[in-house]
């Protein structure tokens, strides 16, 4: 029997994001997803708090960040640890998996609540690096406008390589942001 098989959360990611696609993101529902992954509504719950939780996951990216941030080396200028924090995460979270992350854009743009939820999504990402800072002993100031240039430099990022037909990696995009960044303020 079909439920029995392993990858039921990559069974069920895969069964959502095709009916998000086909028949939108508010038309689908839990039961739906669960009858396309051969699987059942109990098991859909024990991975994801409800559908949304299947493009947004869990909120391991702050956490990840909050650690990059406690285990950079003490001497390491605030730009150094956001760039090599940035490598860190786009070499694990998304290079490799541009195609997806495409389709998984549009779905969110698609729909209001989950605009919504992906700047929540951001907003947490940004509090997680500005404390981290702080930990640091970072000036707060200082480190809201650190963590909000980290947030900034990997969205506006994230958009320009899903929207760009070459083979640029992400995180040559963020180095070239960061540059004309840096040449806009001087």
Do not use: C, N, Y
């Not at 404390?131 to 240039?149: H, V």
């Amino acid at each position: 029997m079909s439920r029995w098989r392993p990858g039921a959360r990559e069974r069920l990611e895969e069964a959502a994001i095709e009916l998000f696609v086909e028949q939108g993101f508010a038309a689908t529902t839990v039961p739906q997803i669960t009858a396309r992954a051969g699987l059942t509504t109990r098991t859909f719950f024990r991975h994801f708090a409800d559908k949304r939780e299947v493009l947004f996951g869990g909120d391991e990216i702050p956490g990840m960040a909050t650690r990059m941030i406690e285990q950079a080396p003490a001497g390491d200028d605030p730009m150094t640890v956001i760039l090599d924090g940035l490598r860190a995460v786009t070499a694990a979270r998304f290079e490799g998996r541009r195609d997806e992350l495409r389709v998984r854009r549009e779905i969110v743009r698609s729909d209001p609540g989950l605009r919504e939820r992906d700047l929540r999504k951001r907003d947490s990402l940004r509090l997680a690096i500005s404390a981290g800072f702080q930990a640091r002993g970072i000036d707060p100031l200082r480190a809201a406008l650190l963590a909000e240039t980290a947030v900034m430099l990997l969205f506006v990022s994230f958009d320009e390589w899903l929207d760009q037909p070459g083979d640029r990696t992400l995180i040559t995009i963020i180095e070239d942001a960061l540059t004309a960044l840096r040449q806009a303020i001087a």
